[in-house]
């Protein structure tokens, strides 16, 4: 069974979603510029994500048990229903109880699945700070998106330019990894567990 499931924000997800977006630290992680935001502020913006379901989706991340809380979102932006693309806007796991082990892979597996299998879209892209290298590793060693280039000095935060990894993954590539089996379950926890080993023997040297 899987350890979470999706559904569409609801009116008092605001309360957790301004929590996660006042969190200095969790937003360090993020390629925007850290932003205090009032509940006022919050409210209103989801409301608005909640009555558009055309050009951008949000999506709140919630445990699959009986509390049900919710612990993230995700959305799908700059949806192109004829250029079939779409950016991956952001994973935000906001729950630092659940920040490690299997989440982050089925979030990236259902932004996948959502994205080809149900949009049918043939494109979905993002970016990412390229200093963040979990975030490149997930996607690039063990997802399999590409690499597409760096935008250098493109975002200015905490006083320094950050270069951006443009990282993206089209449809039949997702379907020929899809095919070889690499997304099942015990195909990603082998490379997970290849990329810790690598990443301790590089620590140890």
């Known amino acids: 069974m899987a350890s979470v499931f999706f559904r569409a924000f609801e009116e008092n997800d605001y309360f957790l979603i301004n ?3 006042n969190d200095s630290g969790l937003q360090a992680m993020t390629g925007g510029i850290f932003r205090y935001v009032s509940l006022e ?13 055309r ?5 709140a991340i919630c445990v699959n048990d009986d509390s049900r809380k919710m612990i993230g979102y995700l959305s799908f932006n700059k949806i192109d229903y004829i250029s079939r693309s779409a950016e991956c ?3 935000i796991i906001g729950d630092k109880e659940y920040r490690d082990g299997m989440i982050w892979v089925e979030c990236y ?3 996948m699945t959502y994205a080809f299998d149900t949009l049918n879209l043939n494109r979905i892209y993002g970016v990412a700070l390229n200093e963040h290298k979990l975030t490149l590793t997930m996607n690039l060693k ?12 493109a975002v200015y935060k905490n006083g320094k330019y950050h270069d951006l990894a443009m990282l993206a993954i089209l449809r039949e590539d997702y379907l020929q990894h899809k095919l070889q089996g690499d997304f099942e379950v015990n195909s990603i926890l082998k490379r997970v567990r290849k990329f810790r080993k690598e990443l301790s023997d590089k620590n140890y040297q």
């Open 19 to 21: 929590k996660w977006r």
């Open 55 to 59: 050009t951008e989706i949000y999506l």
């Open 41 to 53: 502020i919050e409210k209103n913006w989801v409301k608005e994500k909640m009555l558009n379901n």
């Open 89 to 91: 806007g952001g994973l």
């Open 109 to 111: 597996l259902f932004i």
């Open 142 to 153: 063990i997802m399999f998106w590409n690499f597409e280039g760096l935008c250098k000095q």
